[in-house]
């Protein structure tokens, strides 16, 4: 996730932004309510937006795909209005502007952008594929990765809407403010 500056034909104004595979909406079964998500094979740099953004800031407007808009000055393009109600993955963080991770270096300002590791994966299980096959078979992935510290783990969805790397932070804090909440 990463804050951007969007600029239409108005000022710019910062929104939350998720950075994606271009397979992302197809893994988790979304199709656009406009146009067409990320593909691969595109010569400038896309965008979906969300359905709040496109009806706050864009009134609706049916025109919008292929409409060139403004990311921390860059020039990009949007392709899609994401569903009602979708605002991504994992429930956390509210994105209303999905971009392809092929943007991240760019929008990243931190100097260890390119070599801190920032970005989880997400994946649904091939029918008939057992948890302990993705396992095998994301460990022999990670092996083969020339990275000190990368781990694979495979965890059932839950109701949770945030990874696993995230849950004890999530969960103890969350414990920790109820308490003092209660106090």
Same mark, same amino acid.
């Given at each position: 996730?990463?804050?951007?500056?969007?600029?239409?034909?108005?000022?710019?104004?910062?929104?939350?932004?998720?950075?994606?595979?271009?397979?992302?909406?197809?893994?988790?079964?979304?199709?656009?309510?406009?146009?067409? /998500?990320?593909?691969?094979?595109?010569?400038?740099?896309? *965008?979906?937006?969300?359905?709040? &953004?496109?009806? &706050?800031?864009?009134?609706?407007?049916?025109?919008?795909?292929?409409?060139?808009?403004?990311?921390?000055?860059?020039?990009?393009?949007?392709?899609?209005?994401?569903?009602?109600?979708?605002?991504?993955? /994992?429930?956390?963080?509210? *994105?209303?502007?999905?971009?392809?991770?092929?943007?991240?270096?760019?929008?990243?300002?931190?100097?260890?952008?390119?070599?801190?590791?920032?970005?989880?994966?997400?994946?649904?299980?091939?029918?008939?594929? /057992?948890?302990?096959?993705?396992?095998?078979?994301?460990?022999?992935?990670?092996?083969?990765?020339?990275?000190?510290?990368? /781990? *694979?783990?495979?965890?059932?969805?839950?109701? &949770?809407?945030?990874?696993?790397?995230?849950?004890?932070?999530?969960?103890?804090?969350?414990?920790?403010?109820?308490?003092?909440?209660?106090?």
């Amino acid at each position: 996730f990463l804050p951007v500056s969007v600029a239409a034909d108005d000022p710019p104004r910062m929104v939350q932004s998720e950075l994606v595979s271009y397979n992302y909406f197809a893994m988790l079964r979304v199709a656009p309510l406009l146009g067409r /998500t990320l593909v691969a094979a595109s010569d400038v740099p896309q *965008a979906v937006i969300s359905e709040q &953004l496109w009806r &706050l800031r864009f009134n609706r407007d049916a025109s919008i795909v292929g409409r060139r808009i403004r990311i921390n000055g860059r020039e990009g393009v949007i392709t899609g209005v994401a569903p009602a109600g979708f605002i991504g993955a /994992t429930q956390l963080i509210r *994105a209303d502007l999905w971009l392809s991770t092929s943007w991240f270096a760019e929008l990243n300002p931190a100097t260890n952008a390119t070599t801190v590791p920032s970005f989880g994966v997400l994946g649904r299980l091939a029918a008939g594929a /057992t948890r302990e096959q993705a396992e095998r078979e994301l460990d022999s992935l990670v092996a083969g990765l020339d990275r000190a510290g990368l /781990t *694979a783990q495979v965890d059932a969805p839950d109701a &949770l809407g945030f990874g696993a790397a995230v849950r004890p932070a999530v969960l103890g804090g969350s414990a920790l403010l109820f308490s003092l909440m209660g106090l």
